[in-house]
């Protein structure tokens, strides 16, 4: 969840609710730091291997634990979100990806995090020698007509636009 401030993290001076920029914030009568809630950013990849099948990892963390999804997750401080995707898939199943181009942006409002912006990417690697990490308990490729049920709507709804696949 987004943090709660009661005190302005740069002065130490308790925080004011106010009507600011058309929304109610935590707002510093002392310096004028303003309490804005941002998304989380992740960058998302529907990676493909050279016979066009699908990526897809069995989740070993929250949320989701034991589903299966796309690979991908936050983009860190002062990274490009393209970058993040290649790191993330690097860093999930050990294979070099790239990127084609981007597939969307989408919000969506988990419980476990507030709200988060994700940028889904299409990829390809050549590699097929998948070594999960502590995050993913088991991960392969899939003939798209023949995968497991994907845990998240955003993550499907990002395979059928690279797939050309009408609403699941």
Not at 14 to 22: D, I, M, R, T
Not at 72 to 96: D, M, S, Y
Request: glycine fraction near 8%; aromatic fraction near 8%.
């Amino acid at each position: 969840m987004t943090p709660v401030y009661n005190y302005c993290p740069l002065c130490q001076t308790a925080l004011k609710h106010q009507h600011f920029e058309g929304k109610r914030r935590a707002v510093c009568p002392s310096c004028q730091w303003v309490h804005y809630i941002n998304p989380l950013p992740v960058a998302v990849g529907v990676v493909r291997n050279e016979d066009n099948e699908l990526l897809l990892i069995r989740r070993g963390i929250p949320p989701s634990v034991g589903a299966w999804a796309l690979p991908g997750g936050f983009v860190e401080a002062n990274e490009h979100p393209e970058k993040a995707a290649v790191r993330e898939i690097f860093e999930e199943v050990g294979l070099r990806a790239s990127v084609k181009g981007l597939i969307g942006v989408f919000m969506r409002r988990p419980q476990m995090y507030g709200s988060i912006v994700v940028m889904g990417y299409e990829m390809v690697v050549k590699k097929r020698k998948i070594t999960c990490s502590h995050e993913v308990l088991e991960a392969g490729f899939f003939p798209v007509d023949n995968t497991p049920r994907i845990a998240f709507k955003i993550h499907r709804d990002m395979v059928n636009s690279v797939y050309n696949i009408k609403g699941t």
